[in-house]
Structures are given as C-alpha cells and as structure tokens.
C-alpha cells in the first residue's frame, strides 16, 4: 500500500521525493532504533527501502515517533519545496512529561515541525466510535497543528494513503507550477498558499478555501484575501 502511495503521487505529474524513516523504541531496541533512509527521486529505490521494514520490535509502550519526526527534518530537502510528513503508527509515542523515559516534548516537536513548513497526516488509532477527534490525543495534533488531517490506520489502508496521496499532489500542484494568475498579474506560485488566497476556475465557479479541485495552477484566477 505505501509503494502504491508512491506510484500514485509519481503519476500524479507531480515532482516529488521520497523519504523514509522507520522507528521503533529507542529506550529497548539496539540502534538504530530510528532508522534514516534519506530523501529520493528514485521512487523504486523508496520502494526497495519500504520492502526491508517488518513489524517486530518496539519493546515496551509507547515508542518513538517523536524522535522519527526530529529525524525526518534533518533531509536535505530542495528549497522552498512542499514538505509532508506521513506517520504511521498504530501506538502512542514518547512524550516527555507523560512517560518516564521520554526525552522529546510533544509541543516542541510541533513547534519544530510547523517552523520548517512541515505539514503531517498522521495515520493512527481511531476509538471504537469512529471519532477523529478522540483518535491517540498525543498524535492527532501534531497533524492538526501543522495543517495536515488525522486518519483510521484500523480502516481501509490502501484507501487511506489513496486519500494522502490526492490531498499532497493538490496541495503541491500550486506550489510547482512556475507561473500563477493573481489579480491579472504573473507572479511567482511560491507565493501561493492555501491559506492565504482564494481561488476561482477558469469557468469562474468560487471553489472555496482548499485547492483540491485544482487540476492545472495555470487556469486558476487566484484572489487575495
């Protein structure tokens, strides 16, 4: 299912690289219990990374996303690209403050996340009653935070990282275009966030707030808000 993400995101048009990073629980497993692969073009090398991970270790509860996330920053990302983060984890992580043994604050994670223009969808636990809002309370908001969403692992997986993979490549299509229509002026489609401009369709229908809708930036009148 995640190589299947990955082919998705590539057949999408969009240019994107590949970053892996596997953990476990660093206070019980011998290192590396976080595990960087480093970030690719190379989707099929991406692939042959996933293909070596197993379901094993982890010792105690929980373990230890937190430090994933602080590692996945330390990629040599290219400059002013989009920047997500998919985290998948059926446990709780580490948070100093809640468990003995953990030495990362949930909220300084966050906060390093959100500076380095991180969005995270974190694809974890839902309770029994279905409700986002009751899914892991240490996990949820660190997509909640940073822009992301908050998804079943305990659901269809494959549709899930489906889903993922169609908000990342709207939300990148922006970002990648070269040129953007802004008020009737050509400017730099860096510039355009979501969360900054609204936009209209070539047709002139008002598609709201998020860029999902959007097939092709080059159509798109933007409006600032």
């Given at each position: 299912n995640?190589?299947?993400?990955?082919?998705?995101?590539?057949?999408?048009?969009?240019?994107?690289?590949?970053?892996?990073?596997s953990?476990?629980?660093?206070?019980?497993?011998?290192?590396?219990?976080?595990?960087?692969?480093?970030?690719?073009?190379?989707?099929?090398?991406?692939?042959?990374?996933?293909?070596?991970?197993?379901?094993?270790?982890?010792?105690?509860?929980?373990?230890?996303?937190?430090e994933?996330?602080?590692?996945?920053?330390?990629?040599?990302?290219?400059?002013?690209?989009?920047?997500?983060?998919?985290?998948?984890?059926?446990v709780?992580?580490?948070?100093k403050?809640?468990?003995?043994?953990?030495?990362l604050?949930?909220?300084?994670v966050?906060?390093?996340?959100?500076?380095?223009?991180?969005?995270?969808?974190?694809?974890?636990?839902?309770?029994?009653?279905?409700?986002?809002?009751?899914?892991?309370?240490?996990?949820?908001?660190?997509?909640?935070?940073?822009?992301?969403?908050?998804?079943?692992?305990?659901?269809?997986?494959?549709?899930?990282?489906?889903?993922?993979?169609?908000?990342?490549?709207?939300?990148?299509?922006?970002?990648?275009?070269?040129?953007?229509?802004?008020?009737?002026?050509?400017?730099?489609?860096?510039?355009?966030?979501?969360?900054?401009?609204?936009?209209?369709?070539?047709?002139?229908?008002?598609?709201?707030?998020?860029?999902?809708?959007?097939?092709?930036?080059?159509?798109?009148?933007?409006?600032?808000?």
């Amino acid at each position: 299912n995640v190589t299947a993400f990955a082919d998705s995101l590539t057949a999408s048009g969009v240019t994107a690289k590949f970053g892996l990073v596997s953990f476990g629980d660093v206070k019980q497993d011998p290192a590396p219990a976080v595990r960087n692969f480093g970030l690719t073009s190379d989707v099929n090398k991406f692939k042959s990374d996933v293909s070596t991970l197993t379901a094993n270790g982890g010792g105690d509860l929980p373990e230890s996303a937190l430090e994933a996330l602080v590692e996945g920053l330390k990629m040599p990302f290219t400059s002013g690209a989009s920047k997500f983060f998919v985290l998948i984890t059926d446990v709780e992580a580490k948070n100093k403050g809640d468990e003995a043994d953990g030495d990362l604050v949930i909220g300084d994670v966050i906060n390093s996340l959100a500076a380095n223009g991180v969005t995270v969808f974190s694809v974890i636990p839902f309770p029994p009653d279905g409700n986002a809002a009751d899914a892991q309370t240490e996990l949820g908001p660190i997509a909640t935070s940073t822009g992301g969403s908050i998804e079943d692992i305990r659901g269809n997986f494959g549709t899930v990282l489906s889903t993922l993979s169609g908000k990342i490549s709207s939300s990148t299509l922006v970002s990648i275009t070269n040129l953007a229509r802004i008020n009737g002026g050509a400017v730099d489609s860096n510039l355009v966030t979501a969360d900054r401009y609204r936009y209209k369709e070539s047709a002139g229908a008002f598609s709201g707030f998020s860029p999902m809708p959007i097939t092709s930036a080059a159509a798109i009148g933007f409006k600032i808000q």
